[in-house]
């Protein structure tokens, strides 16, 4: 039910779409979550920069399933990519995933030149 409702969705905006907006996703997961804790961290007394760059770790891999769409529908296209022979299907959604890591990979590497906080003096 949940992979025919994503299915139908690229298939009613096409997958170069789907690609564009699975990094995008990604990326505003990532900077959204991290600046927002920042801001929370900076209201509770704690160093805020310090907290956006831990926060960006740990946010990476759930920004790459919030921009797929849940892991699930993934799982299941790529066993039905390997089971049933469907490998458009399974290409399609090994570029998606790839295009969601991209955007997360971008939102960190952001996050990192914003925050310095891998510069130790």
């Known amino acids: 039910m949940i992979l025919d409702r994503a299915v139908d969705r690229m298939r009613e905006i096409g ?3 789907s690609f564009i907006e ?3 996703m ?6 959204g979550g991290s600046l927002i804790g920042g801001l929370a961290s900076f209201l509770t007394g704690q160093p805020p920069f ?7 770790a740990s946010l990476r891999i759930w920004a790459i399933v919030a921009a797929i769409g849940g892991t699930f529908d ?10 049933d ?13 790839m295009s ?4 997360a990979q971008t939102g960190a590497l952001l996050i990192n030149w914003l925050t310095q ?5």
Not at 26 to 31: E, P, Q, S, T
Not at 100 to 103: M, V
């Open 100 to 103: 969601a890591t991209g955007g």
């Open 26 to 31: 990604a990326l505003g997961v990532l900077l």
């Open 117 to 121: 906080e891998h510069i130790s003096s």
């Open 22 to 24: 699975s990094y995008f």
């Open 15 to 17: 997958f170069f779409p």
């Open 74 to 83: 993934t799982f299941y296209s790529f066993e039905r990519g390997l089971f």
């Open 50 to 56: 310090t907290a956006i760059y831990r926060m960006s």
């Open 85 to 97: 022979g469907d490998t458009k299907d399974l290409f399609k959604q090994f570029l998606l995933i």
